[in-house]
């Protein structure tokens, strides 16, 4: 799987992923592919181009404005969202919730198109689609 962390989480995020599972899935930060500040409806597009990848996001903006979820309902990602109180948390809670929801996250990527997005809860066992 490849998944992308987006620019409103850290680096640092990105990173420990890639490092835990090493061989198993690519996990890059937005930032280390585009550089800093690139628009939404720019990655969006270039990773539509390249193929089915997984976002994990803080920037729950790209399911309200209009022209970012325009682009990502049309595309081949598939996007977890932090919750809001998720997304203020510090980031060892946020470590630990995409820990406890990694294997639902896969088995959710897999078993959807393109286009879809759900939110990561900050109690709950379950994905929201949004």
């Known amino acids: 799987m490849k998944v992308m962390v ?39 597009g270039a990773l539509n181009a390249e193929g089915h990848w997984v976002i994990i996001s803080g920037d729950r903006r790209i399911s309200k404005n209009k022209a970012e979820q325009q682009a990502f309902k049309s595309s081949k990602l598939v996007g977890f969202f932090l919750a809001s109180g998720l997304q203020k948390a510090k980031l060892t809670k946020q470590m630990e919730r995409l820990m406890a929801l990694w294997e639902t996250i896969e088995k959710q990527a897999d078993l959807v198109g393109g286009g879809a997005m759900f939110e990561i809860p900050m109690k709950s066992s379950k994905l929201e689609q949004i």
Not at 21 to 42: I, M, Q
């Open 6 to 44: 987006d620019e409103n989480l850290p680096p640092a995020m990105a990173k420990a992923l890639a490092a835990l599972f090493a061989g198993k899935h690519e996990v890059v930060h937005l930032r280390e592919k585009f550089g800093a500040g690139v628009k939404d409806t720019e990655w969006i």
